[in-house]
């Protein structure tokens, strides 16, 4: 008998795993943020006419042709059309960085271009130009699967983005799996909690009225949980779009997404 | 000046209501917002948007600061004959950027 507590306890645990486990959003279940969104913002959305992000994607177009840098280079020079040469590639992205060895989001691969082929001072993050790029990007492979590629290399990296998911942060000492997991389709305020998916960044927000990226979103959310937010490029951001993007996993891309 | 998106339908019969989507790329600032040592940034707005039907004015809206960035509009005119839609929008500098538009009547 007296073993018994101990048993007990496992038990008790092992059911709590189990419990944590079922919390995850089952695949049939997976809805986009823009489900989230009333009639208008997603007609928004999907009518190009209307979409202020597509003012950006349009700027990140002619950046695309532009020549820049040392190297007196454009993209187009070497990608040539972007509307072959990139599309699929903004759903596949964080990929693996062979020169660092670490994982690289799209514009930090953007960025990484402009250094290397372009001989160019990297864009700022959150800056028009990198927005615009990445929005331009995006689009080319909207209505395509997210597809994170099966890298092993990568495996580490995810692993951690899933902690930092369900790591409690902050002065309210939140997760982002305490809403966006247990609790999406409720109310925050009056504002409906989605599930979080980010398959439509970069996102024109009407509450910023501009474009702004996925990390931009995240160290929203962050400051929202009082917590201190981790600075642009970080590596933890890489490792939560990575955890993200397996989350999100055969999603269509809504780049570039309107969200309210 | 700055990019515009405009959506008019390009074939129409006579007669026809047709919706017109205008959006332009533009910051709208309204001047009562302080940047990070507390100055404000100065206002720049689009003050006035026009729409003419060949030569004939056809619409025409003031804008003030409490309009979002980027601001949208959308009107409706009536399609008599075959011509060209000019768009304007006047900034606070008096600058105007102008687009246009065909629209063909059957």
């Known amino acids: ?22 919390a995850q959003i089952a695949e049939a279940d997976r809805k986009s943020g823009s489900a989230f969104m009333s009639a208008e913002t997603q007609q928004m959305q999907r009518d190009d006419g209307t979409n202020p992000g597509m ?30 040469s990139m599309k699929g590639v903004a759903a596949r992205y964080p990929a693996f960085n062979e020169a ?21 001072t990297p864009l700022a993050p959150e800056s028009r130009d990198l927005l615009a790029l990445s929005a331009f990007i995006g689009l080319q492979s909207r209505g395509m699967p997210t597809a994170p590629p099966d890298d092993q290399r990568l495996t580490p990296f995810r692993e951690r983005g899933r902690a930092l998911w369900s790591q409690r942060m902050g002065q309210l000492n939140f997760s982002c799996a305490q809403c966006h997991e247990d609790n999406w389709g409720k109310h925050l ?17 009407l509450e910023w009225q501009g474009m702004g990226s996925l990390q931009r979103r995240l160290r929203n959310c962050m400051s929202g949980m009082r917590a201190l937010a981790f600075p642009y490029g970080a590596q933890e951001f890489i ?16 780049t570039p997404g309107v969200r309210p | 000046m700055a990019r515009a998106l405009v959506n008019v339908p390009t074939k129409v019969k006579r007669g026809d209501v047709v919706e017109i989507k205008v959006l332009i790329s533009h910051p709208m600032e309204t001047g009562f917002r302080p940047d990070p040592n507390g100055k404000f940034y100065p206002r720049d707005i689009l003050r006035s948007f026009a729409c003419t ?54």
């Open chain 1, 100 to 120: 660092s060895q670490t994982p690289i989001d799209l514009q930090g691969r953007i960025n990484q271009c402009r250094q290397d082929q372009q001989k160019d």
């Open chain 2, 53 to 106: 039907y060949d030569s004939e004015h056809v619409f025409s809206a003031e804008l003030f600061p409490a309009v979002s960035a980027n601001p949208f509009l959308s009107f409706t005119v009536v399609a008599n004959q075959t011509g060209v839609l000019t768009f304007s929008w006047t900034d606070d500098k008096d600058q105007t950027q102008v687009q246009t538009a065909k629209i063909e009547v059957e």
């Open chain 1, 55 to 84: 003012l950006s994607a349009l700027d990140g177009e002619s950046l695309w042709k532009t020549k820049t840098g040392g190297a007196a280079k454009s993209c187009a020079d070497c990608h040539g059309e972007a509307q072959t």
């Open chain 1, 239 to 254: 490792e939560l779009e990575l955890y993200l993007a397996q989350r999100a996993r055969g999603m269509p891309v809504e």
């Open chain 1, 189 to 205: 305020g009056s504002a409906p909690i989605p599930q979080a998916h980010a398959n439509a960044y970069p996102i024109y927000r």
């Open chain 1, 1 to 22: 008998m007296k073993s018994a507590a101990p048993v007990g306890a496992l038990a008790l645990i092992a059911a709590l795993g189990a419990f944590a486990a079922l």
